[in-house]
T-cell receptor, first 115, second 113 residues
Framework: KNQVEQSPQSLIILEGKNCTLQ??????????LRWYKQDTGRGPVSLTI?????NTKSNGRYTATLDADTKQSSLHITASQLSDSASYIC??????????????FGTGTLLAVQP | SQTIHQWPATLVQPVGSPLSLECTVE??????LYWYRQAAGRGLQLLFY??????ISSEVPQNLSASRPQDRQFILSSKKLLLSDSGFYLC????????????FGPGTRLTVL
């Protein structure tokens, strides 16, 4: 069964500190993996996308890594800011072919950055 | 640039009442369109997707239906709401293809009482 699991479920850190969020998936065949940021009560916003051949991708203070062999990904946030408080969702796309992009979503890690 | 709109932002409806949620996309043509539901503590669940006008695919059997009367308009409906229909409904669009990104709207918070 295609699944995406994230850890921790929630995390509290102090402003300015770094943190790393984890994602494990069992999706096969694999096409790509994305990290989304979802502010409370808003729609998710894409942070990074990585295909099978990519093992790292950065977007400002966000750096995502991918190990396609172990089917693991991480999202590292550097020098956290209060605005980083949000849910971070790992999303995997199976390689089914066709024109549509059916995504498999993790349940997210809820990050709270405190002053 | 492309933008995606959803309305209403919040909705409180009694059990058994009808539902109509609307999603529109601007700045692109022939997008793939998606309806998701997000329950508290759970991942997004794909409800419907559409690759063109009048073309709707349903992912899970349920009390809801979707329609695409125009290229950039996607509507989620129900004839009689159930308590279990409560949730956060998200519309998304993409350009198509396996590696492209889905862009989400602001969402509609539906509470069925």
């Amino acid at each position: 069964k295609n699944q995406v699991e994230q850890s921790p479920q929630s995390l509290i850190i102090l402003e300015g500190k770094n943190c790393t969020l984890q994602c494990n998936y069992t999706v096969s065949p694999f096409s790509n993996l994305r990290w989304y940021k979802q502010d409370t009560g808003r729609g998710p916003v894409s942070l990074t996308i990585m295909t099978f051949s990519e093992n790292t991708k950065s977007n400002g203070r966000y750096t995502a890594t991918l190990d396609a062999d172990t089917k693991q990904s991480s999202l590292h946030i550097t020098a956290s800011q209060l605005s980083d408080s949000a849910s971070y969702i790992c999303v995997v796309s199976p390689n089914y072919g066709g024109a549509t992009n059916k995504l498999i979503f993790g349940t997210g890690t809820l990050l709270a950055v405190q002053p | 640039s492309q933008t995606i709109h959803q309305w209403p932002a919040t909705l409180v409806q009694p059990v058994g009442s009808p539902l109509s949620l609307e999603c529109t996309v601007e700045g692109t043509s022939n997008p793939n369109l998606y309806w998701y539901r997000q329950a508290a503590g759970r991942g997004l669940q794909l409800l419907f997707y559409s690759v063109g006008i009048g073309q709707i695919s349903s992912e899970v059997p349920q009390n809801l239906s979707a329609s695409r009367p125009q290229d950039r308009q996607f509507i989620l409906s129900s004839k009689k709401l159930l308590l279990s229909d409560s949730g956060f409904y998200l519309c998304a669009w993409s350009r198509g293809g396996r590696t492209d990104t889905q862009y989400f709207g602001p969402g509609t918070r539906l509470t069925v009482l």
